[in-house]
Each structure stands twice: as structure tokens, then as C-alpha cells.
């Protein structure tokens, strides 16, 4: 791992001199130039952090950017969006004159970012229209498709860090673009000019409340059971959820959601969660708190854009804890193919989450497919597609509105399901049993760690390709490189599989475990979860020790 500067070199002081001389934002100018004074005095600390900063710039990727808010070309701020967008629009421009929708959250800068992007569209020729105020990712996704827009960005570092902000950009299908697009959209911002010279030209349209009625009608329309007696618990994760998660679920028939208070407003500090996700260990220690306290059937913990959703619910002993992902997933994978009115349905999940939602679709009629991760590739699963999630929390109940995730509409059928449940006496946990017997036991896991050095973790890669284990948990596996397609390895053996890929957005090595087992019936079911918890220990060991530089 290379070490930081601790000198200020020549070229080091001219370029940061050339960045602040090109960046439009007096803000930044000034941060720039502070951090530059610092170093050109001498401070080794702030020699490190100029030359962080000019590390840049932010690759462009299939999700966009994300970044540190902070002047230079390695974070996010106003000459970076606005090179961006320049960059975008030029991509679009075979269809200049249509619309793009702009969209924000409320984190630190999304709404002077969003102006600029807004600006750098109407400029280039486009109508732009913005998102009346900060709201969920999945309204920006939603308007796309309801105007017709050519494109869609939304400001938004969805469950980053509080430092972070980032830009996610849509393709007119109301989906996340991919390849080759996000190369060709980098090679445009490599050529766009500098910052100041970019034109920019205010005249973008706020759309009126009109777009979210449209987008709440919708939500409200997807629960197909009459039951409604429910009692709710929410948080939002001080982000842009909690008013349309409580709107959603009146209009849908359900009594509002208790929120819990010093999480409800948006703040872009998070000042009561260490990292702003709900599959965090503590980040809903207070959301399970207030269910207990109020005798609450269901809590839903959504993330600060409100994309993703998170379920809780009170298990035979008295706690309260979250489900995970993947039984959130076949869940409401299960509940929409057995409600669901679309002949010859499809529904997708990815190689890394359980593969449960395979065996359930098999014997609901309907087909199943499994893609790389995230949702660029699951909404492209295939025709006919009415469901598809991934292992965090990333739900898309209703593809034919909304082509990604979406917490608010996937909360409104989780309430459905939990309140027909309730009708007839039964939990959550009663639902997933019963998915175990007739399905299996599908246990999952993952091992996930820090390497800080990514030059040492493709090294890592590079070995298990070439020697990759031939047993794992005492169980034969093979083993199959998805390259040059994606930088994956998958093993797998009888009940037991084991995918392993290095994270687009941490220094970690996430490797997703699965191991499998029949349950003869109702009376078994206790005995196959302790047996396939056994099972994935020893895998879980097995893995570490392989993954040991």
C-alpha cells in the first residue's frame, strides 16, 4: 500500500493552484485553498489530505458517483457535478430537447448539487424538471417513467457514511444505466472543459405534488388482502422516508407508523446511528425498542433514501429482532406470486442471495432468474418480471412502476402480509416455517473482510482462482470463475454453496455463504435448522481460514 506524501511536491501545489482556479463554488475555492496554505507550510497531515483530494477524479460507474463532500476532484462538490453532468449531457445528446428529471435526498450539498446539475441540463437543452423537495430515490425512479423523461439523476449517498454524498443516474426505462454506458459517460466528463467554463443556465421546472400522488396511488394499490388491523413501528434513519412511508400506508388503508421520534426528520449528520444502514448492527436498536415498548405487530427501518427496507417482528420468545434480507425476500417473493394477477411471472434474485426464491417459484408456476448483483441487472432480468430482491434489503415489488429498489412500496406489502397473517393468528416467523417445510432450510451468511490494501486483495483473488479449495465443510465443491463477465468465483457443492467478490464500494472481500437441507415435515423442521446451523459454522470456519493472507 502506498504511503502518503508528507512533502508538498511541485506538481502537487500546481495542480490544486489549476483546480481552484477552475472551480466555480467560492465554498470549495476557499476549503481548497486553506488546505493548500496548510501544506505549503509545511503540515505533512495536510500535505496527505491535498493529495487525497487530488487523487481524483471519482470514477463514473453503473451506480454513479459517491464520494466525501470536499473541494477538489476526489469528492463531491459543485465543479464535480457540474463536469459530470456536462459529461452526461453529452451522452444524452441525440435526444436534446427531452425531459430529465432531477431529483435530491437531504444530505450536506444535495441541494446546491442538484441546482448545478439542473443548470448544466437546461443549458445543454434539455427540460429539466426537479422533485418538488428532498424525497426517496424511488419517487425520482417512479416520475422518470410517469413524464416519460429521457434520463433521471438523484442526488443521493442513499446509506454511505454522513460524509458522503454521491449522483445516481437513470436511463429512460426508469432503471440504473449499465455498460457500456458508464464508460462512454466517463470518456465525455474526461473531455468536458473545466468547471467554470461548463455552461450553465437556471430555468428548471419544480414539478407539483401531483408526481407523488401519482407515485402514492400506485404504493397504495399493490396490497391485495382486506386485513388492516396492523400496528406499526418505523424509522427513517434521519433520512427523506418518514412522510411518505406514513403517507403511503393511509392512503393503502393502514394506521400510520410510530416513528421513532429523534430518527424521523431528515438530518445529514445521523447524529444517533454510527453508519446510516439498517443492516448495521445498532442502527435499529431504538426502532425495536419502541416496538417493544408499544406492543407493535411489525417495525420497518428504512434507509435514508428510502430505496431499501428492513422488517422486524416478535418471535415466539417475547424478543424482537430484524429478519434478514433473504427472509425478508421470499417472504414477499412468495406473497406476490401467490396474489399476483400477471400470466407466466418472473422473479429474480442474485447469485449471492438465498436461492429459496427458486424452489418457491418453481412450485408457484412461475420462472426464475438469478443475476450479478444489483439492481441494474435484476430489473433486466427478463419479460414478465413481478418481483425481485437482493440480500440487502434491496426490494422491487412492482417493476412495472418503479424499475429498482423501493422501500416504501416494499414496506406497504409487508404490512399486507403481516396483517393478513395477524387475521389468522399467525406471525412472520409462522410464514417462514412454513416456507422451510415445504421448501428446505436455506441458511445464509457472509464473511466480509477489511482489506484496506486492494492490490493484497486481488492477489487473494488470484489465488483461489488458481488453487481454488476442493472441500469445504467436508463436502466436495467445484468451482466456477464468472470472469471476464464479473470478478466472482462461485463453489459450490450438494447444500452448499459459497461466492466470493471483491466490493465495488469497500475495501472488503465479501463472501456470500448458503448452505441447504430438506425438512421430511412440520415435526423435522427444528432438527434440519440446528443441523444446517451446524453445517454453516463449519463452513463459515473453513472460509475464514481460506481467506487468511
Excluded at 63 to 86: D, H, K, Q, S
Excluded at 450 to 465: G, H, I
Excluded at 482 to 495: K, N, T
Amino acid at each position: 500500500m502506498t504511503e502518503p506524501p508528507r512533502k508538498l511536491t511541485p506538481a502537487l501545489r500546481d495542480e490544486a493552484f489549476r483546480w481552484i482556479a477552475d472551480d466555480p463554488d467560492p465554498g470549495s475555492r476557499g476549503e481548497l485553498r486553506d488546505v493548500l496554505a496548510k501544506a505549503m507550510g509545511g503540515d505533512p497531515d495536510a500535505v496527505a489530505g491535498l493529495a487525497d483530494r487530488m487523487a481524483g477524479p471519482l470514477r463514473f460507474g453503473t451506480a454513479g458517483l459517491r464520494g466525501p463532500v470536499r473541494a477538489g476532484p476526489n469528492g463531491m462538490n459543485t465543479a464535480v457535478v457540474v463536469r459530470t453532468t456536462a459529461g452526461v449531457a453529452s451522452w444524452l445528446a441525440p435526444r436534446r430537447g427531452g425531459t430529465v428529471v432531477v431529483g435530491r435526498d437531504a444530505r450536506r450539498g444535495s441541494e446546491a448539487f442538484a441546482t448545478a446539475a439542473a443548470e448544466v441540463l437546461t443549458a445543454a437543452g434539455f427540460v429539466v424538471r426537479t422533485l418538488p423537495e428532498p424525497l426517496p430515490t424511488p419517487v425520482l425512479a417512479f416520475a422518470i417513467r410517469w413524464l416519460g423523461a429521457v434520463a433521471g439523476i438523484q442526488i443521493t449517498a442513499s446509506h454511505n457514511p454522513p460524509a458522503d454524498n454521491g449522483y445516481k443516474l437513470y436511463d429512460d426505462s426508469g432503471a440504473q444505466i449499465v455498460p457500456p454506458a458508464d464508460t462512454e459517460i466517463e470518456a465525455a466528463i474526461a473531455a468536458t472543459p473545466a468547471a467554470v467554463a461548463v455552461p450553465r443556465q437556471p430555468g428548471a421546472r419544480p414539478l407539483g405534488a401531483d408526481v407523488l400522488e401519482a407515485y402514492l396511488d400506485r404504493v397504495a394499490a399493490l396490497p391485495r388482502g382486506g386485513a388492516r388491523d396492523l400496528r406499526m413501528v418505523a424509522t427513517a434513519l434521519h433520512g427523506v422516508g418518514a412522510d411518505v412511508l406514513g403517507a403511503a400506508l393511509r392512503r393503502a388503508g393502514f394506521a400510520e407508523p410510530a416513528q421513532v421520534p429523534e430518527q424521523a426528520a431528515p438530518d445529514p449528520g445521523f447524529p444517533t446511528v454510527a453508519f446510516p444502514n439498517p443492516e448495521e448492527p445498532g442502527a435499529t436498536d431504538r426502532l425495536l425498542a419502541l416496538a417493544a415498548e408499544t406492543g407493535a405487530d411489525l417495525a420497518v427501518a428504512l434507509d435514508p433514501d428510502a430505496d431499501r427496507c428492513a422488517l422486524g417482528a416478535r418471535d415466539r420468545d417475547g424478543t424482537w429482532r430484524m429478519l434478514t434480507g433473504d427472509e425478508t425476500g421470499v417472504l414477499l417473493g412468495d406473497q406476490v406470486l401467490a396474489t399476483g394477477r400477471t400470466p407466466d411471472p418472473l422473479v429474480a434474485t442474485t447469485i449471492v442471495s438465498s436461492s429459496m426464491l427458486g424452489r418457491i417459484a418453481r412450485a408457484r408456476g412461475a420462472r426464475y432468474a438469478e443475476t450479478l448483483t444489483g439492481f441494474k441487472w435484476l430489473v433486466r432480468a427478463g419479460e414478465g418480471l413481478v418481483y425481485a430482491y437482493e440480500e440487502a434489503l434491496g426490494l422491487c415489488v412492482d417493476p412495472g412502476t418503479v424499475r429498482d429498489k423501493d422501500g416504501i412500496a416494499a414496506a406497504v406489502l409487508a404490512g399486507d402480509l403481516a396483517a393478513t397473517a395477524k387475521a389468522e393468528g399467525r406471525t412472520l416467523f409462522d410464514l417462514l416455517d412454513e416456507l422451510a417445510v415445504r421448501h428446505g432450510v436455506h441458511l445464509t451468511g457472509q464473511v466480509a473482510p477489511r482489506m484496506a490494501d486492494l492490490s493484497a486483495r486481488a492477489r487473494l483473488m488470484e489465488r483461489l482462482r488458481a488453487d481454488p479449495p476442493g472441500t469445504l465443510a467436508g463436502t466436495e465443491v467445484t468451482a466456477e470463475d464468472l470472469l471476464p463477465d464479473a470478478d466472482v468465483l462461485r463453489l459450490r457443492g450438494p447444500g452448499l454453496r459459497v461466492v466470493l467478490r471483491p466490493s465495488g464500494t469497500e475495501p472488503k472481500l465479501k463472501t456470500y455463504l448458503e448452505v441447504t437441507a430438506d425438512v421430511p415435515g412440520p415435526d423435522g423442521l427444528a432438527a434440519a435448522r440446528r443441523a444446517a446451523a451446524d453445517r454453516l459454522a463449519a463452513l463459515r470456519a473453513d472460509v475464514e481460514t481460506l481467506l487468511t493472507p
